[in-house]
């Protein structure tokens, strides 16, 4: 029994495979080279696009300062002590009389 | 050169932190901010409002019609027309209520006028109000 499949190819022809790797790597390297190039040019387009808005004066303006919690409790304490009197309103008589009577 | 760099960079930098910080105080006040929201209209809804009026009326026991909502002409404010019937006490209730609402409101008239004076009956009142709403937002 003749078991060709062990024996070792000893012949290589070229152009033997339909894929050319020369080709295809050419066209990755340029692909990769487009790529970076169009990174760096966006990169730069960002920066200059960036560097145009104006910065926010925000020096000296402490955020705990500027927006204090105390002050939104004291409006919302006011805000619930009119409810709670809208409550003694709804649950009291009228204080005056109806003068038609 | 340097130097002048290095100080806009500081000063930048010094921004950069300030601008941090103030995100994170409006995310510490962010349950409070939304509860002073409901205190305020927006122009573009003003049903809340509207459904608080009808709420007081019926806790009254009066009974309204709001007969104009207007956009303010001079200042962004809403200007509300309505008419409420009832008794001398739910009238009296209503005004106190209003005063009180959730909203900031300023009367600019009020009318007040007995309209049923038969023997026997409880004396029934007609109101005609123009409110300012001052807490309104126009966008």
């Given amino acids: 029994m003749n078991l060709n499949f062990l024996k070792k190819k000893k012949k290589f022809k070229k152009g033997g495979l339909g894929i050319k790797p020369d080709l295809y790597w050419r066209y990755i390297l340029y692909m990769t080279f487009i790529l970076i190039f169009l990174s760096c040019a966006f990169g730069l387009y960002f920066f200059i696009k960036t560097n145009e808005k104006p910065i926010i004066p925000t020096v000296g303006v402490n955020g705990q300062d500027t927006i204090k919690k105390e002050r939104f409790d004291k409006v919302l304490e006011y805000f619930s002590e009119r409810e709670k009197k809208s409550l003694q309103i709804l649950n009291s008589p009228s204080p005056i009389i109806d003068p038609s009577l | ?139």
């Fill in chain 2, 1 to 139: 050169m340097s130097q002048l760099a290095q100080e806009k960079w500081q000063t930048e930098a010094i921004s950069r932190e300030n601008a941090k910080s103030l995100i994170n105080s409006v995310k510490i006040i962010e349950p409070q901010k939304a509860l002073l929201e409901t205190h305020f209209v927006q122009s573009s809804n003003v049903v809340p409002f509207l459904d608080t009026i009808e709420k007081i009326t019926k806790d009254v026991g009066a009974t309204t019609e709001v007969v104009s909502v207007d956009v303010a002409k001079d200042n962004p404010a809403l200007i509300v027309e309505m008419n409420a019937s009832g008794s001398f006490e739910t009238i009296y209730k209503l005004i106190m209520l209003l005063e009180n609402s959730p909203y900031n409101l300023e009367f600019v008239s009020v009318n007040l006028k007995n309209s049923d004076t038969s023997v026997g009956k409880s004396p029934q009142w007609t109101a005609t109000f123009q409110i300012k709403l001052l807490s309104f937002i126009n966008q």
